[in-house]
C-alpha cells in the first residue's frame, strides 16, 4: 500500500470553491486495502478529481504548485503519515481547509468504497459517504462517483447546477435545519404555581397537590415539561418524573419532595433545590413568560446497515404518521434527507426519496435500503431502546435543546 506521501506526490490536487472566501480542498489520491489491486488507486483518485472539477465554482491548481509549497524536510517529516492528525498537518502546510480522501476494498463479493472530507483545522471528519456494491465491476462504483462526491461537498461549495445526488446509504440531503420545536406561549398562565430554585438561575413551577403540571427555565421564561408520571405520600414526599430520552431509566428525570428537601434528578445529577420566598415568587410568576412544550417531534424508525450507517425517521408528535423526515449517516453525522413521498399504513412503511427507498415490511419483519437493483439490508432497532443514543451521540437532535428541566445537566 502506498505511504501517506507517495500519495500525496503521486496525485493531491487543491480545489478552490469561487467564492469570496473561498473554501480550499486538497484531494489525496486514494488507498487500496485487500482484495483490490495497487494499480486502481491513481484511476480512481483522478476520476474523483473529475467529478470535484465539475462542482460549479470550483479552481484546480497543478500539482507543480502544490509540489512547491513543501519543502524536501517537510516531505521527509511526512513519510508513513496515516492518521487525521497527520493528514490535518499536510493540510495546514499546504494552507488548505479540507481534505478529500478515501478508501477502496473488497469483503466477499462486495466493492467497497470509502469517501470522507476533513477539517484541517479542527482535525475531524465533517462528511463522509459510502457505496457497498455487492458483485459487478469497479465501473459499477464509477457509476456511482458523481453522486458520492456531490453528498460529500453538499454543503462545502455552491453548485450552480443539477441537485445534490447521493450515494446508496446517503441520499439527497435536504437544504433545511431541523426544527423539532418552537416556542409557542401559553394562552393564559396556569394559577396556583409554587416555585423552586437552586439559587444559580434555574426555576421550577409545580402545582401543590397536583402532579401532572411542571414547568422550569430562567424565570423569566417558563416551559411546560411532558410530565409522564409520579406518586405522592401523604405531606411527606412526591415526585413527579418528565420526559427526558437522554437518561436510561425514566426515573432519572424527575423532581421531587422528601422530608422538606427538595431535589431534581437529571441522570447520575442531582441538585438541591429550596422554595423561592412568597413576596420573590409572585413577582417572579407574575412576569415570567410560559411556553408550551417545546419538543414537537419524535422517533418513528430507527435501523443500521453493516457499515455503521444509521437510518432514523421522526414523525410529529401530535400526530404519528405524518411529516416524516428521513435522517442517514453515521453516528455523530447524520444528515437530514429530501423525503419526495412517504407512505405509512399497517403493511409497514416506504418512503421515497430522489436515489432511493427507505422500506419497512412489518409482515415479513424486515427494514431495507432500495436503489436501483440494489438492496441494502438494514438491522430494525426498537425505538425506545435506544432513546438515549438516539438522543446524544447519534446527533440528530444534539444542537437543538429538548426544553426540558435537565437541559444543562446532560
Keep these: 500500500m502506498q505511504t501517506f506521501l507517495g500519495a500525496f506526490l503521486a496525485g493531491v490536487l487543491v480545489v478552490v470553491p469561487a467564492a469570496a472566501a473561498p473554501l480550499k480542498v486538497a484531494v489525496v489520491d486514494l488507498t487500496v486495502g485487500e482484495g483490490a489491486a495497487a494499480g486502481m488507486a491513481g484511476p480512481l483518485?483522478?476520476?474523483?478529481?473529475?467529478?470535484?472539477?465539475?462542482?460549479?465554482g470550483t479552481e484546480v491548481l497543478t500539482?507543480?504548485?502544490?509540489a512547491a509549497v513543501l519543502t524536501l524536510e517537510?516531505?521527509?517529516?511526512?513519510?508513513?503519515?496515516?492518521?487525521?492528525?497527520?493528514?490535518?498537518?499536510?493540510?495546514?502546510?499546504l494552507?488548505?481547509?479540507?481534505?478529500?480522501?478515501?478508501?477502496l476494498g473488497r469483503l466477499g463479493e462486495s466493492w467497497l468504497l470509502h469517501l470522507k472530507l476533513l477539517d484541517v483545522r479542527q482535525a475531524r471528519v465533517v462528511s463522509q459517504v459510502d457505496r457497498r456494491q455487492k458483485g459487478g465491476t469497479?465501473?459499477?462504483?464509477?457509476?456511482?462517483?458523481?453522486?458520492m462526491v456531490k453528498q460529500l461537498l453538499a454543503g462545502e461549495v455552491k453548485d450552480p447546477g443539477a441537485p445534490v445526488a447521493a450515494a446508496a446509504v446517503a441520499p439527497v440531503v435536504a437544504a433545511r435545519t431541523p426544527r423539532h420545536g418552537a416556542d409557542e406561549p401559553m394562552p393564559a398562565a396556569p394559577a396556583g404555581l409554587d416555585l423552586l430554585t437552586d439559587g444559580k438561575g434555574r426555576y421550577l413551577a409545580y402545582r401543590p397537590g397536583a402532579l401532572d403540571t411542571l414547568f422550569a427555565g430562567d424565570g423569566k421564561e417558563l416551559r411546560e415539561a411532558w410530565v409522564s408520571g409520579g406518586g405522592r405520600s401523604g405531606t411527606e414526599s412526591w415526585d413527579q418524573v418528565f420526559w427526558d430520552p437522554r437518561v436510561a431509566e425514566r426515573w432519572?428525570?424527575?423532581?421531587?419532595?422528601?422530608?422538606?428537601?427538595?431535589?431534581?434528578q437529571c441522570g447520575e445529577t442531582a441538585v438541591t433545590l429550596r422554595p423561592v420566598p412568597d413576596a420573590e415568587e409572585q413577582k417572579l410568576l407574575k412576569q415570567a413568560r410560559f411556553l408550551k412544550a417545546r419538543w414537537q417531534r419524535r422517533p418513528h424508525l430507527f435501523g443500521r446497515d453493516d457499515l455503521g450507517?444509521?437510518?432514523?425517521?421522526?414523525?410529529?408528535?401530535?400526530k404519528p404518521g405524518t411529516d416524516l423526515r428521513l435522517y442517514v449517516g453515521r453516528k455523530g453525522a447524520l444528515k437530514p434527507v429530501v423525503v419526495e413521498d412517504a407512505m405509512v399504513d399497517r403493511g409497514g412503511l416506504v418512503l421515497i426519496t430522489p436515489t432511493g427507498r427507505l422500506k419497512l415490511d412489518r409482515k415479513a419483519d424486515?427494514?431495507?435500503w432500495l436503489e436501483g437493483q440494489a438492496t441494502t439490508k438494514l438491522k430494525n432497532l426498537d425505538v425506545e431502546e435506544h432513546h438515549v443514543l438516539i438522543y446524544t451521540d447519534l446527533g440528530v437532535y444534539r444542537t437543538e435543546p429538548l426544553g426540558t428541566p435537565c437541559d444543562g445537566l446532560l
Design 45 to 56: 483518485t483522478q476520476a474523483v478529481v473529475a467529478e470535484v472539477r465539475k462542482v460549479g
Design 63 to 66: 500539482r507543480e504548485e502544490i
Design 74 to 93: 517537510q516531505q521527509k517529516q511526512l513519510l508513513g503519515c496515516t492518521s487525521d492528525k497527520c493528514r490535518a498537518e499536510l493540510g495546514s502546510l
Design 95 to 103: 494552507g488548505v481547509d479540507r481534505l478529500l480522501m478515501g478508501d
Design 138 to 147: 469497479v465501473d459499477d462504483l464509477l457509476d456511482a462517483l458523481p453522486a
Design 252 to 264: 432519572r428525570a424527575s423532581v421531587g419532595m422528601r422530608h422538606g428537601v427538595y431535589t431534581l
Design 309 to 318: 450507517n444509521y437510518f432514523l425517521v421522526d414523525e410529529r408528535r401530535d
Design 366 to 368: 424486515t427494514l431495507e
